[in-house]
């Protein structure tokens, strides 16, 4: 199994587990576990954006995305301790 086909197959659970999340906080409408959702976001947009730098398409939206999730891993940080 190489590299690509792993990255493949953890963006697909880790897209299931943000679907998951963020349909948990819509339903109950108990924002807690916003930054959980906010840490497997930024781990999702990672994924993306090597999935793409890996593709050698080191253009524009690779680095967008591992740029993206790095202000979301910052954004999950900040809820984490100031929540």
Known sequence: M????????SKVII???VIGFSSYL?????????PYL???????MLVTGLIEYQRN????WGYLSILVSL???????RGFFFN
């Open 2 to 9: 190489g590299v690509r086909t792993m990255l493949k197959i």
């Open 71 to 77: 202000f979301i891993l910052f954004v999950s940080i």
């Open 15 to 17: 897209a299931i587990i």
């Open 57 to 60: 398409r080191k253009g524009f």
């Open 26 to 34: 819509l339903i109950t409408k108990n924002f807690e576990l916003m």
């Open 38 to 44: 906010m840490l497997f976001l930024a781990i999702l």
